[in-house]
């Protein structure tokens, strides 16, 4: 048991170890902390905080990191105030149960990350179990973690003792191999602070560590997919004629890609057996939703009901989807796909673009955000989150973009660019592009049909538009030609442009080979 005792933690309750998904479910139904759906997923709420929390996330200013670390994108917490938020902490969890999870982040046994995790509540704890690499019982008994995260919501920072921005704190010690989080139950801040972590420890070993999904195809050929939330990222990459890695965080070594993970957080708003069927029969017993209403009487889930939270959310593991690849290892990408959901209706439904433009892109990571899905949006607006993952990059993003680049040339991966957004015109005016006809695209780009295809050249983005793909009217390839008002078009273009290069500005680290492959005006 002194093995599972924390430093300075003198009197725990009782300590549940490494329990099974059964008893985790017993356990958190018990304390009152969720409730049995009709398919035996366990529902839980999360109250205040029913999404992840950017500002509340710190990473203490170390000498040993201080010079590597993107401050301009990341927030600094002395190592004094660190401890003392340690410390008290510490005490809250006195005579506290505690549930522990050991296991692996990193399905590349070359680049994996022994983790510990330690939960207040048995949910978090099951959460854990199925997000990250479960140990066999040969690597349990050995198992020496080199992180620690511990997690106790019911622990709040005080602002005007602690420096937070609220009674919120998610906080990074890569010195201590801690993560402390507070005063949130929302449990994706556990997976996401060990993205962070893995996003800082393995560019350093020359690995490329990437916010994506990742398939493999029948012969074998894997395929990544970028993309911010609403752009088809996890539709697309659920294809049932290619077999899933992973829906989220991967990496890319000198001997292919590999999932962080051993589990799936999907979105599950609006979710449907039709649409998404994998993730639909993926929500059973062992699978932990977060703010999902449900009928009170057969305690069936409404998913469509976004009265808590559109993020409403299911957690599984990766072998609730039939067919995924276990472990979740694949060779080098044969296709990169970057997903945009423009609503200006500027960029074309597919583009191949060169190792630069791939780069600057690959930095842009942009999207549209729509009317009507944030308070005060009237009309689109251009988003961008640097390398599609902003907010969990702890160092400077060329660091990111030198090695997808490197990688593309050494193995020769082809980008394309592929517009899930609109066409015909900006949304209100034109339409969404036809599913079938995106789904025809990427098939096109990761079965290598469209590398002998004849391109031409875009006028402002300079990027390689084909003239046919299979499966796809021609006439759409083109997004110019789909618009009534060309001179409207043109303006449009434009407009987005000058958007991506002021966004550009902020980069100054980058060369000026990946600033010219950018939009011209």
Excluded at 73 to 88: A, E, G, H, V, W
Excluded at 158 to 182: H, Q, Y
Excluded at 281 to 295: S, Y
Excluded at 423 to 436: A, E
């Amino acid at each position: 048991m002194q093995k599972l005792m924390l430093d300075g933690l003198i009197n725990p309750g009782n300590i549940y170890y490494n329990m099974s998904p059964s008893l985790l479910v017993e356990q958190s139904i018990k304390r009152g902390e969720g409730t049995l759906t009709d398919k035996g997923a366990l529902d839980v709420f999360t109250g205040k905080y029913t999404g992840r929390s950017p500002n509340d996330k710190f990473i203490v200013d170390e000498p040993d990191v201080h010079d590597n670390i993107w401050w301009g994108n990341n927030k600094p917490m002395s190592p004094d105030t660190f401890d003392r938020l340690y410390k008290r902490l510490l005490a809250y969890l006195q005579g506290r149960d505690l549930f522990i999870f050991d296991g692996f982040v990193g399905a590349d046994k070359n680049y994996r990350l022994p983790l510990r995790v330690v939960n207040q509540y048995a949910y978090q704890n099951l959460f854990s179990h199925q997000l990250f690499i479960r140990p066999t019982e040969d690597e349990l008994k050995n198992h020496i973690p080199e992180f620690t995260v511990i997690s106790a919501p019911g622990f709040n920072a005080i602002p005007a003792i602690d420096g937070t921005n609220s009674e919120a704190f998610i906080v990074i010690s890569f010195s201590r191999k801690l993560i402390i989080i507070g005063g949130t139950m929302y449990a994706g801040e556990i997976k996401k602070s060990v993205f962070s972590i893995m996003n800082y420890l393995l560019p350093m070993k020359g690995v490329l560590s990437m916010h994506c999904s990742a398939n493999l195809g029948s012969d074998g050929n894997a395929a990544l997919f970028f993309g911010l939330s609403g752009t088809g990222k996890t539709t697309l990459s659920a294809d049932p004629n290619r077999r899933l890695i992973g829906d989220d965080e991967h990496g890319w070594s000198d001997t292919g890609v590999f999932n962080f993970e051993g589990g799936c957080y999907a979105k599950c708003i609006n979710l449907s057996p039709e649409k998404e069927p994998q993730i639909y029969n993926a929500i059973k017993f062992g699978t932990v939703l977060e703010n999902v209403l449900f009928n009170e009487n057969d305690r069936i889930p409404d998913y469509d009901a976004n009265k808590v939270t559109e993020n409403t959310r299911a957690a599984y593991p990766v072998n609730y989807i039939p067919g995924a690849v276990i472990p979740g290892i694949g060779g080098h990408p044969k296709a990169i796909i970057f997903l945009t959901a423009d609503a200006f209706g500027v960029l074309p439904p597919i583009s191949k673009l060169t190792r630069e433009q791939a780069m600057y892109h690959f930095i842009s990571g942009y999207t549209s955000k729509l009317a009507g899905t944030e308070r005060g949006i009237t009309e689109p607006q251009a988003t961008f989150s640097t390398c599609f993952a902003a907010p969990f990059l702890p160092l400077s993003p060329m660091k990111y973009a030198n090695l997808l680049g490197e990688k593309i040339s050494k193995y020769n991966v082809p980008v394309y660019l592929v517009n899930t957004g609109w066409t015909g015109g900006p949304y209100g005016v034109g339409k969404r592009m036809h599913l079938p006809y995106t789904r025809a695209m990427v098939n096109a780009a990761v079965n290598g049909e469209l590398e002998n295809a004849s391109y031409k050249t875009h006028p402002i983005f300079n990027i390689l538009m084909p003239d046919s793909c299979p499966n796809v009217p021609c006439e759409i390839l083109e997004p110019k030609n789909t618009w009534k008002d060309k001179h409207d078009y043109d303006e449009k273009a434009r407009s987005l442009a000058e958007k991506f290069i002021k966004n550009f500005e902020k980069y100054g680290d980058v060369t000026q080979e990946v600033k010219n492959a950018g939009p011209s005006l």
